[in-house]
């Protein structure tokens, strides 16, 4: 088999609807050993099971980044099959620098930093911790994961100013429960900075009861600014939500004969 060939072929495995059974068998292959990984992760946070099975977790996570560093680079060498990412090292920039490539490489890359820098115990625990990023690998064999980044990247201009709004609200609740409660409370409320912990968890409705308003003008405006929140808060569900059924609709709309209107058949 020729190089291009062989390269064409690697890439179609790796395309969504095109890779054939193979294909399937591959990316339901990746996406168990992407939740053994996951599993593997937590249970090294376990004391006893990691000090127990030190050997067989270490081979694991051996045999894990062997196959993700081959799928990386198996995608890096087939990019330039796609006519977008034409070019060898142009191309292979480009591609490497998408999103779901960036994760790959995250994936796979504490394994070798640890591998080739001497780091103290801290860090590494931490780029150890890294690898739970893994599972957003799973994003890329999962058609309702895509969406769901499509609907993000959609509705961002909308979030990012519900998102501004939120802040608004944040910061005006917390400066005003500081005025009402810090002559009652100084230590509680001894600041705006720190009153934005009670205004964060009011605004949310969470309410872990560590901070709480004791004047009667404080509860009244805690009282206001809690139900204010559940409606605030919730908006950027409501965006992504608004989003998400304009994504089902444009995915279910049928293809129209450019002839006679009608809907086309996908069989013909």
């Known amino acids: 088999m020729s190089e291009h060939r062989l390269r064409r072929r690697t890439y179609e495995l790796f395309a969504p609807r095109l890779g054939g059974r193979v294909g399937v068998f591959v990316d339901w292959a990746i996406i168990t050993l ?21 050997r067989e977790l270490y081979l694991f996570e051996l045999v894990s980044v062997a196959i993700f560093s081959v799928e990386y680079l198996a995608r ?33 890359a504490p394994f070798y930093i640890a591998a080739v820098f001497a780091i103290d115990l801290r860090f590494m625990r931490a780029l150890r911790l890294v690898r739970i990023f893994r599972l957003l690998k799973i994003a890329r064999y999962s058609a309702s994961l895509r969406s769901f980044g ?27 429960m500081y005025q009402l409660e810090h002559a009652a409370q100084p230590e509680q409320f001894s600041s705006i900075p720190a009153t934005l912990w009670w205004g964060a968890v009011t605004l949310t409705t969470v309410g872990y ?13 805690g009282a206001l600014i809690a139900i204010f929140g559940i409606g605030l808060f919730a908006l950027p569900a409501s965006i992504l939500a608004a989003g998400f059924i304009e994504e089902l609709q444009e995915q279910n709309e049928p293809v129209l004969c450019p002839h006679c209107g009608e809907p086309v058949d996908d069989e013909h």
């Open 209 to 221: 009861g560590d901070m709480y308003p004791i004047t009667p003008e404080g509860q009244f405006a």
């Open 150 to 176: 499509f609907v993000l990247r959609k509705q961002k201009e909308k979030l990012a100013v519900a998102a501004f709004v939120d802040v608004l609200v944040l910061v005006l609740a917390s400066s005003a």
């Open 76 to 108: 890096l060498w087939a990019a330039v099959e796609a006519r977008e990412f034409r070019g060898p090292i142009s191309g292979r920039l480009r591609f490497a620098s998408r999103p779901l490539m960036l994760v790959d490489l995250v994936a796979i």
């Open 34 to 54: 992407i939740a053994l990984n996951i599993l593997a992760v937590m249970f090294e946070t376990v004391d006893p099971i990691a000090a127990a099975f030190a």
